[in-house]
């Protein structure tokens, strides 16, 4: 039997045994003694999941011993690691504690996550801010704008408008927050935060074209009549139902469009390609617009964001820090170079600040410095 194997057959004993209160002085003393070699190790990459904090971040360093010779996190085979730990003991919550409040340098300023909040701008300029709004919204082109109470704004138009009379909304989401959206045509959107997309209010008789900046993720309602078009600076997408995440920050080095259902076409410059399920479509800012394809996209990735968690698959901490930088609404700020430094794991987008941050620095090689909203980021 591998090291692996009776790694893995001791850890399912002894996890077991401390979860039902069956475990001796001896195997609680070894317990411990595993937490501390957690705690001491700078090797391992943290994750922390939205179902018990404390379990996820025992949970990955767990599945680092067991994956230790491939040196990646095996994002996608914890079944292993999730049937040793149903855990919840003090001594676990004192190694979160320590590593939350000893290694992030921080104000005493509590930095929260991102929430439900968006600007709406109407047709004539109107601006109304959005929080959790339940019950109309406001009226406009005889459209119903309702709000769900959960951070969702659905559009009920009486019907279609001709296209020379087509109105349209602005719906603006600032850093620290999220919303989603429900078009007239039933399609739904996720936005994520410092995104801004701007579409008609009922729409007209021949397409749905929308213009995006920022990230959103769209379910679009299938018309084989009306192709349904998302427009953003260097590409456009045509699509006519289908399930897609498209990453246009301006701060990103390339546009990125990744199919989850059906199927899209990329349009830039005189460019067209076309991509399917797991595929993505990048095109590059540089002269021309580069239009790559490419295979066995990393779906969990592309839509961590929506299903709340931050998700790391070799990413360096520069592109790291500007979706922490968004969500939490802060300015980061280097000391030094860390563009080769790679991290894998996800983290909870639901956590402050200091936790998340203390995740990472427990990945190794990094130290974050918190003074007001400016994040310091050194070796």
Partial sequence: MSDNKLFEKEMIELASKVESGTASDLELHQYNNLLNSFQKDNTWSAEMGEVNDINQIILLSINRRLFSRTRKLPIRT????????IICSLSILFFVRNLTDSRVSSSQQLISPGQNKALLTLSNGKNITLANQNGLVTTEDETAIVGDGKGAL???PVNTVKDELIEYNTLTIPK?????????DGTKVWLNSDSRLRYPVAYGERERVVELE???YFEVAKDSSRPFRVVSAGQQIEVKGTHFNVNAYRDEPYLKTTLLEGAVSIFSGRQKVDIFPTQEGIVYSEPGHRIEVRNDADLESAVAWKNGNF?????NLP??????SKWYDVEVVYRGDFSSLRFNGIVSRSKDINTALAIIEAAGNVHFKIEGRIITVTP
Avoid: P, Q
């Fill in 319 to 324: 592109s790291i820090m500007r979706k922490i």
């Fill in 311 to 315: 998700y790391f698959n070799e990413e």
């Fill in 78 to 85: 914890f079944g292993i690691a999730a049937s040793v730990l």
């Fill in 176 to 184: 620290g927050g999220i919303y989603r959206l429900v078009l007239s």
């Fill in 154 to 156: 659905i559009y009920s």
């Fill in 214 to 216: 920022g990230e959103a």
